[in-house]
């Protein structure tokens, strides 16, 4: 049978397609696999550029001649003698405001003063959570999630709440703790191993977040605002060098229900002076090998503040 049949061009393309490389592999975390050059990875990608809609000769020729047309309209009418315009023809605006007898002007709206919040005075980080746990939001709360990591951090991870996948070290004013749990579970192990190809050991990240309770809730706007004044203190005295956030709903929080997530994940964005990258949801990219994928290859090279380690 070897006689009658050639499979010379089947046995070399199987035998191709057993020698990929590590190039095609795609593994569960691409981020094994430091193909990219710390070159490329600096790059920000350059901001699509909108060309302006383009206007049709039609409506180009109307508009001139309704410029036209209003120009001549007041040419005839300022030839027009002064004496054919009547009182009613002046306009509503030059006759005195009437008066009235008895009444009085309103007096003019004054500004709302509101005092400062009480965590604004806190001169530490555990002050700071001292004073929060006693703020309205967190009053029912008791023990809040507080800030894991070494100080002033290379990296600080920002999420939206702590969760069971998410767990975080507890503050309570009676019996201040700082555990690490969340560096011991898998999202924290994945995200570890992310960064370390990146040149960022576990040693160097912080993690914290929006909102400290373990009870999740709906946040209105108003709550909002309150929630991101209060980050913005904690990032005083937590002063990260580079600030990532992981999800939509955290991003939007931080940046306005305006902003389009997929055009600004992996850009390099600022908030409250500090450097922040917004990545997608850390719990899905573990369990989703395509986020894993979307996230090495796609946000972190836009990104400046991240080189590969060689």
Avoid at 177 to 188: D, I, K, L, M, R
């Amino acid at each position: 049978m070897a006689s009658e049949y050639d499979f010379s061009e089947l046995r070399n393309y199987l035998r191709g397609q057993m020698d990929l490389g590590e190039a095609e592999i795609f593994l569960d975390e691409p981020w094994t696999l430091q193909k990219r050059s710390a070159k490329a990875m600096q790059s920000p990608a350059s901001p699509a550029v909108k060309k302006p809609a383009a206007v049709s000769k039609p409506a180009v020729a109307a508009q001139l001649a309704v410029q036209k047309s209003a120009a001549v309209s007041s040419s005839a009418i300022a030839a027009q003698p002064a004496a054919q315009f009547s009182p009613a023809m002046q306009s509503p605006a030059q006759d005195p405001a009437p008066i009235f007898a008895g009444f009085d002007a309103p007096a003019p709206r004054l500004a709302r003063q509101t005092a400062p919040a009480a965590y604004e005075s806190a001169a530490s980080l555990d002050e700071f959570y001292t004073k929060l746990s006693a703020e309205t939001l967190y009053a029912q709360v008791g023990s809040l999630a507080r800030y894991e990591g070494p100080a002033n951090p290379r990296l600080l991870l920002l999420f939206a709440a702590p969760s069971a996948d998410l767990p975080a070290g507890s503050f309570s004013p009676a019996n201040a703790t700082n555990a690490n749990p969340f560096f011991a579970s898998p999202v924290g192990q994945m995200l570890t191993r992310l960064f370390a190809s990146l040149g960022i050991p576990a040693e160097s990240i912080g993690v914290t977040f929006f909102y400290k309770g373990a009870v999740p809730r709906n946040i209105p706007p108003l709550l909002e605002a309150a929630l991101r004044k209060m980050l913005t203190k904690e990032l005083s005295f937590i002063a990260p060098q580079v600030m990532v956030t992981f999800g939509e709903p955290v991003f939007h929080q931080l940046f306005g229900k305006g902003q389009n997530f997929n055009a600004l994940a992996g850009t390099d964005l600022d908030f409250a002076g500090v450097k922040t990258c917004s990545l997608v949801d850390a719990v899905a990219m573990s369990a989703d090998k395509q986020l894993k994928l979307l996230t090495w290859k796609v946000h972190i090279p836009k990104s400046s503040y991240f080189t590969v380690a060689k």
